[in-house]
């Protein structure tokens, strides 16, 4: 089973208004209205497990640094039945019409690894089986239908000169999907 | 207004409901000095300027007593941003040395990454402001034992603050010129982290943090710069100034998002400003805002020019409408200057920063606005919405406070000469070369961009001190940090002597000169008598040291040009750091093509001994190694033959003698033999044969381990007479205790008789690998 | 009359004062010249570089959104005409990110400059490497004053510098048409087998590479940061550092140029030679 921890900066965060200011102005998408940057960790556990994964997230947030800083991010742990995210951590602008996400995960999640790598030799944890980071990028936009869904589409993955932008994909994966339908999906769909 | 009348206790209660952190007495005190109740504002102003971190008010008369601050190269010592002084002249231009040195430990302890990305982020915008670019930084940090208790939790600050300082220092594009990391069970709670910046200008371009004269005939406008103002480290240097707990709520706003990327537009911005500016003949003031904010910014800005300030803080750009006047007033939002201009230029200096620098698109809501005008009389007045809502004379808020601490030696400590148990030499050398405080760096700074600017001559690693030089001329700057707590431990007077001691040293081992010193003192809680005592005594000895060690070819003491003191580094739980001064030296060379680096070059080169070796081996690696940290007794000081061992190096590599040098601190003459054998780098091919002759008065252990400084030389055996000549000339204490040698072998012996040999490659690979393995 | 060139401050960049000081000390001039000049302003300059360190703090990706500037545009059409156009570092990462290296498609963008990997760790490195000339002198603009085969000790200092693609056989391509211009390599020009030789992984132990007419060159190293001897560290089993440890006490000798400054005079030659 995998568990999601979705982390956000408890401050105003410059890249996200880079992203929004680049996107405006340089690849001329003036329907964003506005952009927000989500880490999200997926720790996979062995099924055998699945009981203790709630603990073992709920430590590693409470003891260590790795995952989120209390003392700058909030965050939110998804993965169990029923789980959505909840009111308060990202909603819709009143401006924007659609929202989309862009999940990009390097090929080589060589974060993902580093975390695994601390986890297993030095805090002694071997239930977790692959760890994986992405950054995901919270896009508001004023269109609808189906012109944002491209819109979405073209933004997420840079082809040619100022043809995408958030995911090269020599070394990049994204998805792409309405936020508010991932955000209220199980992380563990059966 | 806030009511300041009533017992103590109603005091309290209403200090606390505005969220303030002055004890009673203070408010009181602020009441008698403006002869009316404080507003919110005003009390926050005083909050701040009043806080340990402002206004030194434990620390300033022992500071003023002990420490040389003047000497003919001073142009500026302590008091503003930072201390400026003379390098030399070269190709027709004259040429200043501006430095700057501050903690941050609170931040670090709480967000490694971001308390030390600030911690830069703050330093090198106190050099920027005087007209300086930045050319080098260094840190001193010192963390807790990484396999000592809480493990885990003192892993993880070592690597975010390593992680920090990276992602601030190469994005600025400011080189890392050095810097030292300590660990010891002392830090585990209270990581420090110290940093220095240091500036090249030429003197004419020594820009002041005053309103200048001309205000006094024409209008000057107050222009903010930088990053909207918001809540972000409100009461932040309260903040510093308070004991450390964890759990507490109120850090939340302690720390902030470090943004070298608008800094690096705001210094390249404010360039063109001032090149502008210059050419029209303007004078200016410019100062940066670091803890207290505007109204620390601006009140000091125009109280050293003897004006008075009128700011609209409608006018000041913020982060959100519904900001409170006393955080606008107070905020340490980072990445701001102010400038005083006159107003004829106010909409040139807005056009370069906010359309050809299009501050507004580097980060939101950053821009310059005008946010005030300088008035004659004396007053910082401030107004939001039409009201007054703080109105002060500039000389009140400037004047500070000072406190009286108590004073109280420790107990002396138990115990005499102890040792460790005589064993095995090769295994105690070993043992010392991969203890973590004796062990290369190389984890830590292959992550700095040391390179940047391309002015580097020697590189951190590669010698005792770092060396850049300035582009197109033969003058180059050295510079290093240091500062072991073992010794401080001991006795703190010999602590922070000796702190002074091994930075000068480390630069006379690239054949550089001090021109000036700089310091940090890490500390406790000043209101215990026992803290203040050692806080007194690391004063005393580094004063005492700074003035002994006269630069060569002058007779006058190694001015301390700036520096910063940090009270209590103590966590709630009680653990306390040791005295932990951090001295950081600078130098000039002259001509830099003399510098050498530790690394041995040759065979069949002469090894000179420059120093006494003394009994004693308190403080030492290897008490340290064996687990005997804090016990024993220190080595005799001797100030005097420290001056004359550093100004004999510095003539041998000044006349060009020498080949490789390195200054014997941690892990003794051994240690100093050690790393010339290994390289700076890892990348050393000569070996060293080594016999000592042996002292009744000496152990093997007094005569490898002891730290009781000097130095060796490796030096061509054609230049023997000539370096026998100056080492007679200085009269040091000095001999050839060997050669180096074609094999990659370093071979100890005492009296003829071989109490060590060890391949180059064990001691490389002991040398290597330590941090990493402790913090990777 | 010396060649101008015209070096572009992004945002955030910081190598660009060294590199100019570099080009000059090769015989070219330069200029400093900030990204939203206007467009008309550039084309009178004889080449371009785009020197190191962090346009935009390397937000989104390094290089990424530089690499959407309206200058990029008009490079683009001077690249068209044969101007050289070297990135630096971070320079590297704009052109990548921007489509001009490797230049096949029509500003399709075929390579990345991903994060280092296989150095044990991740984050930023900085050390000094070896590079040898992969490619024919006169295939680039960056190497008209070396041999194929030359070594040369020079250092990087980058977090994400590992050439890479998702298109098969992009390299064999790159390889064949001798577009891979430096690679990294022993201290005696052998195969790179690994961290700290090959310090970051790359495709083919590539550190740069050109577009298909060589006038325009992504390169990772810093030859500004090896332009004067005195740079050059003392101990790399190399006869630059020996010559470097044997000029102690002469200013001249370690003022004198070091094994970067043949990049910056191979420029020279490029534009002189075109013309």
Known sequence: MTIQVLVKLAAIDPWSFTVLDTLKRKFGCDEVTHVERVKCWELE???????????????????TVLLANPNRDRWVIR?????????????????????????????????????????????????????????IWVIEMKGEGRRSRDLAGEIAVARAWRKGFLANPHCQDAEVYPADEYFAAEVNRA | MVRVDGTVADIQR???????????DEARRIKSLIGRDPSVTELYIFDIMWSEHCSYKSSKPILQKHLPTEGSRVLIGPGEDAGVVRLGAAEGKSYVLVVAHESHNHPSQILPVEGAATGIGGIVRDVYCMGADVVGVMDALRFGDPDGPRAESVREVPAGVVRGIWEYGNALGVPNVGGDVFFDRGYAENCLVNVVAVGIAEEKEIIRSRVPQA???????????????????????????????????????????????????????????????????????????????????????????????????????????????????????????????????????????????????????????????????????????GEVVADLPVEIVNQGISYDRKSEPRPAPAGGDERPDAGDIRSACLSVLSLLSVCSKHYVYRHYDSEVKGMSVLKPGEADASVISIPGTCLGVATAVDGNPRYSRIDPYVGGALAVCESIRNIASVGAVPVALTDCLNFGNPEDPHVFHDFVETVRGIGDAARALWGYGTEEPV????????????????????????????????????????????????????????????????????????????????????????????????SGHALACHDISEGGLFGALAEMVIGGWGMGEAGAEVDLRPDPGLTPEDMLFSECGGFVVETSRTSRGEVEEILNRFAVASEVIGK??????????????????IEGSEMREAWLSPVEKAIG | MRPHICVIQFPGVNCEYETARALETAGLDASIVRWNAPAGSLSDYDGFILPGGFSYQDRVRAGAVAAGEDVMGVLIEQAALGKPIVG?????????????????????????LAPNKGMGRDGYYANWVFVRVASEPRRSAITYGFKKGDVLPIPIAHGEGRFTSSEAGLFDTLEKSGQVILK?????????????DDPNGSERSAAAISNPQGNVVAMMPHPERSTWLRQVPDGLDSVWSRKRTESRGSWDDLESGGPGAGIFESIKTHIEERV
């Open chain 2, 215 to 385: 205000a006094a005939g024409e209008a000057y406008d107050l222009i903010l710069i930088g990053k909207p103002t918001d809540m972000s480290g409100l009461g932040g240097a309260t903040m510093a100034s308070k004991i450390l707990d964890e759990s507490e709520e109120g850090n939340l706003g302690a720390v902030q998002l470090h943004d070298p990327f608008l800094k690096r537009m705001l210094a390249e911005a404010t360039k063109a400003v001032i090149a502008d500016l210059r050419k029209s003949g303007i004078d200016i003031g410019f100062k940066d805002l670091g803890a207290g904010g505007i109204s620390c910014a601006v009140s000091e800005l125009v109280g050293a020019g003897g004006f008075g300030a009128e700011l609209d803080l409608d006018s000041v750009h913020v982060a959100f409408d519904s900001i409170e006047s006393y955080a606008i007033a107070c905020s340490e939002t980072q990445e701001r200057y102010c400038l005083a201009v006159p107003s004829h230029a106010s909409g040139k200096v807005l056009k370069i920063y906010n359309d050809d620098f299009e501050l507004p698109h580097i980060y939101r809501g950053a821009c310059a606005s005008v946010i005030g005008r300088v008035t004659a009389k004396r007053d910082l007045v401030m107004t939001r919405a």
């Open chain 3, 88 to 112: 630096i570092c971070n320079g590297a990462q704009v052109l990548v990110e921007s489509g001009l290296v490797p230049g096949i498609g029509a500003q399709s963008i075929d390579l990345a």
């Open chain 3, 184 to 196: 990294y390599c022993t201290s005696d020009g052998g195969v790179a087998a690994g961290f700290p």
């Open chain 1, 79 to 135: 993965g169990f039945p029923g789980e959505g995210v909840p009111a308060g951590f990202w909603e819709r602008s009143g401006d924007a019409a659609e929202a989309y996400i862009v999940k990009v995960t390097d090929k080589e999640d060589l974060a993902g690894q580093s975390l695994a790598r601390i986890l297993t030799s030095r805090l002694g944890i071997s239930d977790i089986e692959v760890v994986s980071f992405s950054t």
């Open chain 2, 740 to 757: 180096t040698v074609s094999d990659h072998v370093m071979t100890l012996k005492i009296g003829g008789e071989t109490v060590a040999g």
């Open chain 2, 14 to 24: 209403a200090l606390k409901e505005v969220g303030v952190d002055l004890a009673p």
């Open chain 2, 559 to 654: 001015p301390i040009v700036s520096g910063n003191v940090s009270f209590y580094n103590e966590s709630s739980s009680g653990s306390a750091i040791p005295p932990s001064p951090v001295v950081a030296c600078y130098g000039v060379l002259d001509d830099y093509s003399v510098a050498v680096s530790v690394r041995l070059k040759q065979a069949g080169s002469d090894l000179f001994l420059i120093g006494k070796r003394k009994s004693g081996l308190g403080g030492s690696a290897l008490m340290a190694a064996a687990g005997l940290d804090g016990r024993g007794r220190l080595p005799a000081l001797d100030l005097t033959g420290e001056r004359d061992a550093i100004h004999a190096v510095t003539e041998i590599i000044r």
């Open chain 1, 45 to 63: 556990f062995r099924p055998e497990a699945a009981e203790r994964a709630a603990g073992i997230t709920a430590g590693l947030l409470r003891d």
